[in-house]
């Protein structure tokens, strides 16, 4: 007999009854890994049916529900290397198939029927997408999401359904969260209400004190332009890279690289991976000069990124006056962009400085231009208009 350790998540899809079951949770409640779980142990006592398991895109797919899975099967006892096709993304329990689909493919979304779906970080998802996929789907549908939209279909279409049931949980609910870990979730309290509301008590976000408002998703192609790089390094933080293109009315933006637990020559040999030229430059974070020494000596082009007082106030200015186009596989960029914040005090009022939480490709974009902010006089800052 296998044993799984399972939290209030595992519970509460096991006692409901409805068609479509919707899981909002604030960062490290368990709800994913437990959803895993629950569907694994579903789906070894069924035959014939199939899961789609689904994200926007094919690397944050990879990168996370994909991985849990795997991670969940292997600790169970249970993969088989034979169940598993690679080149079509499914896995086999028994007679049943999960196949593991991104949505940023519009003919994947309007492929065969299923019994099952499972859609991770389903506010990544347009509502037109969705119900394509609902459609679609014979039986059973589950949601998950952290909830960093003030606004958004989930809220208005799905939740008020009455085939709907709607679930909430937080890092208190995740009784095996490391102490460390509490503590810093805990330290939002002090830093920022909208962010203690959103990834501590997993409520819906407040939009007042949105820094960037001036960006949109895009598909194009990297443009012609002039090339920079920003680079902010961490360990147990993520090391951030992004690429940008400066052209002639707009700044095009695609995210590069965002892993934790990299030594400096696993960054390196990251780095490598996206064909950078040795005459782009890539600024970095100033902080760390050892670094930037042992990737200018693997030949790349890096310099420390201009910092001094004001500078990230700075930053942020210059990068407000620009129209900003995101490639919509930018998908951490996303996130960050969606939820970074002002501070706002005990009065509600929004203060000139920003939260410095889950900003770690907002920081590399803030480098990628510091040497031409740093360049720039009071006046040069002209305010610019666009809309979208």
């Known amino acids: 007999m296998v044993q799984v350790q399972t939290n209030k998540v595992f519970k509460e899809l096991e006692q409901s009854d409805k068609r479509i079951r919707v899981f909002q949770g604030g960062t490290r409640s368990g709800k994913t890994r437990n959803i895993v779980i629950w569907w694994i142990i579903k789906l070894m006592n069924e035959e014939n049916k199939v899961l789609t398991v689904a994200r926007e895109t094919m690397v944050s797919l990879k990168n996370t529900v994909f991985r849990d899975f ?181 700044i095009w933006v695609k995210e590069l690289l965002y892993q934790n637990q990299l030594t400096t020559p696993q960054l390196i040999e990251e780095i490598k991976k996206h064909d950078i030229k040795q005459t782009d430059k890539i600024f970095g974070d100033n902080s760390r000069p050892e670094t930037i020494e042992e990737i200018y000596s693997a030949r790349f082009n890096i310099h420390p990124c201009v910092k001094g007082p004001g500078s990230i106030k700075s930053g942020i200015d210059w990068i407000k006056r620009q129209k900003i186009l995101i490639t919509k596989d930018s998908l951490n960029l996303i996130k960050e962009i969606r939820s970074y914040k002002w501070k706002v005090d005990k009065n509600e009022k929004v203060l000139d400085d920003p939260v410095d939480y889950n900003n770690h490709l907002l920081d590399a974009l803030r480098y990628a231009f510091s040497d031409k902010v740093a360049s720039k006089k009071p006046d040069d800052f002209s305010v610019l208009e666009f809309s979208f």
């Open 70 to 250: 795997m991670e969940v099967l292997w600790q169970m006892g249970i993969y088989n290397a034979a169940d598993m096709n690679k080149g079509d993304m499914i896995y086999k329990i028994g007679s049943n198939i999960i196949e593991f689909r991104n949505l940023d493919d519009d003919q994947k979304v309007r492929g065969a029927k299923r019994n099952y779906l499972y859609i991770n970080e389903a506010n990544e998802v347009s509502h037109p997408i969705f119900k394509q996929l609902l459609f679609r789907t014979e039986e059973l549908v589950v949601l998950d999401y952290n909830p960093s939209d003030e606004y958004h279909w989930i809220y208005d279409s799905v939740l008020t359904r009455d085939d709907c049931d709607f679930f909430k949980s937080t890092y208190l609910d995740n009784p095996f969260l490391p102490e460390e870990q509490i503590k810093e979730i805990e330290r939002l309290k002090d830093i920022d209400p909208n962010y203690w509301r959103v990834y501590g008590l997993g409520e819906r976000g407040m939009s007042e004190a949105t820094i960037y408002k001036n960006w949109e998703l895009t598909n194009m192609p990297e443009p012609e332009g002039e090339v920079f790089y920003g680079l902010d390094f961490g360990f147990n933080d993520p090391n951030a890279l992004l690429k940008v293109v400066i052209c002639d009315g707009f």
